[in-house]
């Protein structure tokens, strides 16, 4: 996808009329990565986050540097994994963190009460 990327970026005028001819590769390409991604985020949710957001936003900041024209659509498929990633990592992060210590069921008197 990063090279398909470049190409756009390099050329935007080759890219789009390959596109006209062969239909929306890079849209599809991205969305046949991101689904393999999430089902990697199955067992290894940190990685799965940071290549989400890298399969998100380097195609967009990448195409972003030739044209801005197409740009719409590719900002629309890519910001479904920017959110899935940046939910994945926030999943990872919170996995990583001991769980509260549990309630002991001491009385009521050493709680403090609700106003």
């Given at each position: 996808?990063?090279?398909?990327?470049?190409?756009?970026?390099?050329?935007?005028?080759?890219?789009?009329?390959?596109?006209?001819?062969?239909?929306?590769?890079?849209?599809?390409?991205?969305?046949?990565?991101?689904?393999?991604?999430?089902?990697?985020?199955?067992?290894?949710?940190?990685?799965?986050?940071?290549?989400?957001?890298?399969?998100?936003?380097?195609?967009?900041?990448?195409?972003?540097?030739?044209?801005?024209?197409?740009?719409?659509?590719?900002?629309?498929?890519?910001?479904?994994?920017?959110?899935?990633g940046v939910l994945y990592l926030v999943s990872a992060?919170?996995?990583?963190?001991?769980?509260?210590?549990?309630?002991?069921?001491?009385?009521?008197?050493?709680?403090?009460?609700?106003?």
């Amino acid at each position: 996808m990063i090279g398909v990327s470049i190409w756009f970026a390099i050329s935007p005028e080759a890219w789009r009329s390959f596109e006209d001819r062969h239909g929306p590769i890079q849209a599809v390409g991205i969305f046949v990565l991101v689904a393999a991604i999430a089902v990697l985020g199955l067992k290894r949710t940190s990685v799965a986050g940071v290549l989400l957001l890298a399969v998100g936003v380097i195609p967009v900041a990448v195409s972003s540097l030739g044209s801005f024209v197409g740009l719409a659509s590719l900002s629309v498929v890519s910001a479904a994994p920017v959110i899935a990633g940046v939910l994945y990592l926030v999943s990872a992060r919170t996995a990583e963190r001991p769980p509260p210590p549990a309630h002991t069921g001491t009385d009521s008197a050493e709680q403090p009460k609700a106003a």
